[in-house]
């Protein structure tokens, strides 16, 4: 039992120092991708849709030229008829799920109030024009990033969506991408991955549109990619990469928390994944199962999960008390939260800060991930901490909608005049002095 290779941090034992240094993701320093993101940019801003096909060739190995960069309609075909049908009815339900979640989510599109006698003040919401949607190759395909980006933009009524993601050595988009791309209703699926997808979103090419945002998880070469653009293009969150924490009372067999642990450590050595427990025993028991469970992972992905729970940045944190288990959970932020016990609920507010919060053993973070309904595109790198999941509100804007009435003028132009002086806007004063002259606000005696 105690030889398990799985890290155990213990909270006591840990200075300032080095507790600071657990809540670190990879993703926190991303200094080297800054600068070689740059000349990427660059020559896609000059080169475009030549540049897109070069890097493709270069980081996929992907013999795609620059007049191939648009999955074209034979592809779409192409797709449909190799894609197993049962995993085509498995992206339905899900999209089923992912687009009922996102209309229940929808705000009313003009909420107004009453806050005084003729006055109306309230919100509008509309959608962005255009908006792509990047989805992952690198390390595996992603339908399910599809279906989780493209359907809460096209429930919140975006005109143009588009999807972009890394082509396959085949010069191909991976087949469950197009048919997720299809099954969402987006036709516009690009051939461009990493920092280069992000540049020909920002900037356009002649086959790639210029997007107002672009949102989707990706390596560090897209987060990158994200900030060095931040001006040119609202990057959405960060995404990047999964990160979870399990915490459990020991009210549930360690197997359980020990297959979990597996989950998503499994994306790749970047991700960060821990169980937080204030029993030690219970803590020990979960990690002597955690081996049994890689045997039966791919050579890859136990490899990756084998880094991460092994490592720094993952395996299990150990409090000396409940009170340290929580506060070590909100001064991380995580984007998954998965809270293993027989009554979850009685924990809900002691957590405040997680993209994603998963209540008992039932409420198992696969079904989250691939066909429950709210996105799995979740802040990472503790953004959790103000910021919320990918959702319909990611793609709608609000405009402040305000109406007076003649009446409700008078009881506010005096007090708008008064703070207008004292600001030193003689024009604002002005304008709304002319409450001594109604004629000018009247329509009926304007002319
Ligand atoms: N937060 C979320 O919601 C969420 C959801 C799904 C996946 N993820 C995360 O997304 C990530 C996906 O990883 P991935 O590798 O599949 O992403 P990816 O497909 O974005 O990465 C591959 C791309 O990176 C670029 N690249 C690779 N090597 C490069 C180099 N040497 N120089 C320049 N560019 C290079 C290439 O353009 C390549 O196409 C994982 O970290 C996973 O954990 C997060
Ligand atoms: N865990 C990812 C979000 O952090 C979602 C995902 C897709 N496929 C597998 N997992
Ligand atoms: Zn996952």
Redesign the pocket.
Known sequence: MSDSPVSIHKLDQLNETERKNLLQRTENDLSTFMD??IP?IEAVRCDGDKALAD??N???KSPITADQIRATPEEFAAARASVDQELIETLKFAAGNIRLFHEKQMPETLALHETHAGVLVGDRWNAIDSVAC???????S?P??VL?TAIPAKVAGVKKVIVI??PGPDGTVDPATLVAAEIAGVSDVFKC?????IAAVAYGTKTVPKCDKVV???????VAAKKQLSSVIDPGS??????LIIFSDGTVPPELVALDLCV?SE??P??SVFFVTDNEEFARAVASHVPSYWSQMGDVRAQYSRTVLTGQRGGIVVAGTREEAFAYVNDYAP?HLAVLADNAWQYLTRFEHAGEILLGSHSAISVANFVLGP????P?GGAAKTTSP?AVFDFLKRTSIASLTEGAYQGFAAHAERLARYEGFDGHANAVSAIRNQALRSPAKSV
Do not use: C, N
């Open positions: 070689k993101v990427i890097f493709a270069k980081f996929d990047y989805v992952p190759r690198g390390k595996g992603f399910s990033s989780m993601t890394p991955g990493g920092a280069q997808g989707g998880p990706g390596s560090p070469w897209v960060p995404a990047g990469p999964s990160e998503e994306h790749g970047d991700s984007e996105s799995h595109v979740l990472t990918l």
